[in-house]
C-alpha cells in the first residue's frame, strides 16, 4: 500500500504543464513561427516549473505521500534503539527525506539536466541500507521511495534496470534481516511495480514533449508551405504581366523616338490594361490567402489562449472535411472561433481552459445544422450586453442562413457561444 501510493509524489511533480506563449492570433505566420515561451508551461507534463506557487504546490503534493513513512516513525517512536540510536535514525530519515525533496525540487527548476540527481540518489540508497540493517526491517520502506525516484531520474533505457536492481537489493537485504516469506511479496513486489509505473510515465511525457515537437514542426513546414504557395501564385500571375509590360514599355518608347504617336499611345493604352488585369490577380490571390479555414485558425486560437494560460482543448477531428459544409459555411465557422476565442483572450476572466467542439443538429423544420461550440470555465459575462464582435458575428452566419447563440454557464460562470450553418444544401445569401 505504501509503495503504490508513493508513486504519485513524483508523479505529479512530472506532469505540471500548460499550454505555450506565442503570438497574436491575426498574425498567423509568426504565430505558427513562435517558440513556447517560459511563463506558461505549468500544464505541460514533464516541463519545468515557472513559479514558487507551482514548485509549493508540487512539494505539498509530495509531501503527502511521505506520511506513509509511519513506519519507521514509529518505530523511532518506540524506543527501542536508545538515545543515540533514536538520533541517528532520524538524521537518516531526515536526510532521506531532504534528498527525496531536493530530487523533486531541484529537477523541477532546472529540468533533467541537475548534476546531483545522482549523488543524491546514491545517498539514498546509501540511507536505505544503513537504516535497515542498523535499525531494523521496518526500514525497508524506505526501497520504495528510492525505487520511485530511481523510475524518474535515471534515462529511460536504464530506468527499468534501476528499478529492478533496487528490488533486487530490497530482496537481498530483506533475506539477510531474516524477514518472513509472507513480508517479502508485500515489499519487493510493490517496490517494483511503483518504480515501473514511473518508469512508464516518464516514457509517457518524453512521448508528449516528442509529439509537441513534432507539432511545431508541423506548425513551421504549413506557415513554409503556405508561403510558398502564395510566392508560386505571385510569380505566376505577374512574371508574364511584367514582362509584357516592360516590353510594351520598350516599344511604345522607340515609337516616341520615332515619332509614331498613335502607335506609342496604342502600347501605353495595353500597358494600362494589363497593369489593371495584374492588380485583379493579385487581389484575388491575396483574397484566397487570406481566407479562413478551421486548422488555421484551431492553430492561432491556440496560440492566442496559451499568451492568457488558458489551455485549448480540441478534438483532433475538427480540422477533418466535414460532409455537408460548404466552402462559404466552412469560413464562416473559421469566422466564428476567431471571433469566439478572440471573446475569450479579451473578457474570459479567470479562464483556464477553452473547449472548442463541432457537431451536427437539427431543428423543428427538420433542417441539419452544423454547431461549432466554444466554451470556457471563466467568470461568466456578467449583466453586460453583447460587443461588437458578437453581433458581426451573427449578421455574418445569418448571410448563411446561420444564427448565433450564447449562453452562460452554470452559476453564471463561463460563456459558451454556438455557431449554426446549415449542412446538406449552401445556403441563400441574404441581401
Not at 506565442?22 to 507534463?45: C, F, M, N, W, Y
Not at 513506519?71 to 527525496?100: K, M, N, Q, S, W
Not at 530482496?171 to 514511473?198: C, N, Q, R, Y
Not at 478534438?315 to 462559404?328: D, F, K, V
Amino acid at each position: 500500500m505504501m509503495s503504490t501510493m508513493t508513486r504519485t509524489s513524483l508523479d505529479h511533480g512530472s506532469a505540471q504543464s500548460s499550454p505555450t506563449r506565442e503570438s497574436r492570433p491575426t498574425d498567423r505566420p509568426t504565430a505558427l513561427l513562435a517558440r513556447p515561451a517560459v511563463g506558461d508551461r505549468q500544464h505541460i507534463p514533464g516541463a519545468p516549473v515557472d513559479t514558487r506557487r507551482q514548485l509549493l504546490v508540487k512539494i505539498c503534493w509530495m509531501l503527502l505521500w511521505m506520511f506513509y513513512l509511519v513506519y519507521p516513525i514509529e518505530d523511532l517512536a518506540g524506543g527501542r534503539h536508545g538515545t543515540v540510536g533514536t538520533l541517528l535514525g532520524a538524521l537518516a530519515l531526515a536526510g532521506f527525506v531532504g534528498g527525496y525533496l531536493s530530487l523533486v525540487i531541484f529537477r523541477s527548476v532546472g529540468g533533467d539536466g541537475w548534476r546531483g540527481t545522482y549523488p543524491v540518489l546514491a545517498l539514498m540508497l546509501g540511507l536505505a541500507f544503513a537504516t535497515s540493517f542498523g535499525l531494523g526491517g521496518q526500514w525497508l520502506g524506505l526501497f520504495t521511495y528510492l525505487s520511485v525516484a530511481a523510475g524518474a531520474v535515471l534515462p529511460p533505457r536504464f530506468a527499468l534496470g534501476g528499478v529492478l536492481a533496487t528490488a533486487g537489493l530490497l530482496l537481498v537485504t530483506a533475506l539477510i534481516l531474516h524477514t518472513k516469506s509472507d513480508e517479502l511479496g508485500a515489499l519487493v513486489l510493490p517496490t517494483f511495480l511503483s518504480g515501473a509505473a514511473m518508469t512508464g510515465l516518464q516514457r509517457l511525457v518524453t512521448t508528449m514533449r516528442e509529439l509537441r515537437e513534432a507539432r511545431e514542426v508541423a506548425a513551421h513546414l504549413a506557415a513554409a508551405e503556405e508561403r510558398l504557395r502564395l510566392a508560386r501564385d505571385m510569380h505566376d500571375l505577374l512574371g508574364h504581366s511584367l514582362s509584357l509590360i516592360t516590353l510594351k514599355s520598350e516599344l511604345a518608347g522607340r515609337f516616341m523616338d520615332a515619332g509614331k504617336d498613335d502607335q506609342a499611345r496604342a502600347q501605353v493604352a495595353d500597358i494600362e490594361q494589363v497593369a489593371r488585369q495584374s492588380l485583379t490577380d493579385v487581389r484575388s490571390a491575396v483574397s484566397g490567402y487570406r481566407k479562413p479555414s478551421l486548422s488555421v485558425e484551431l492553430a492561432a486560437a491556440r496560440t492566442a489562449l496559451a499568451t492568457t494560460g488558458v489551455t485549448l482543448d480540441a478534438p483532433s477531428t475538427l480540422t477533418e472535411e466535414h460532409p455537408g459544409l460548404g466552402g462559404a459555411e466552412a469560413e464562416t465557422l473559421a469566422w466564428a472561433l476567431r471571433e469566439a476565442v478572440t471573446n475569450v483572450v479579451r473578457h474570459a476572466a479567470g479562464a483556464t481552459l477553452c473547449t472548442v467542439a463541432l457537431d451536427e443538429t437539427w431543428d423543428g423544420d427538420g433542417a441539419r445544422f452544423a454547431v461549432l461550440e466554444v466554451a470556457d470555465n471563466g467568470r461568466g459575462p456578467g449583466k453586460s450586453a453583447p460587443g461588437n464582435g458578437l453581433t458581426g458575428l451573427d449578421e455574418r452566419l445569418a448571410l448563411v442562413g446561420g444564427r448565433l447563440e450564447t449562453a452562460t454557464g452554470r452559476h453564471g460562470r463561463g460563456f459558451t457561444v454556438r455557431a449554426l450553418v446549415p449542412l446538406g444544401l449552401t445556403a441563400a445569401r441574404r441581401p
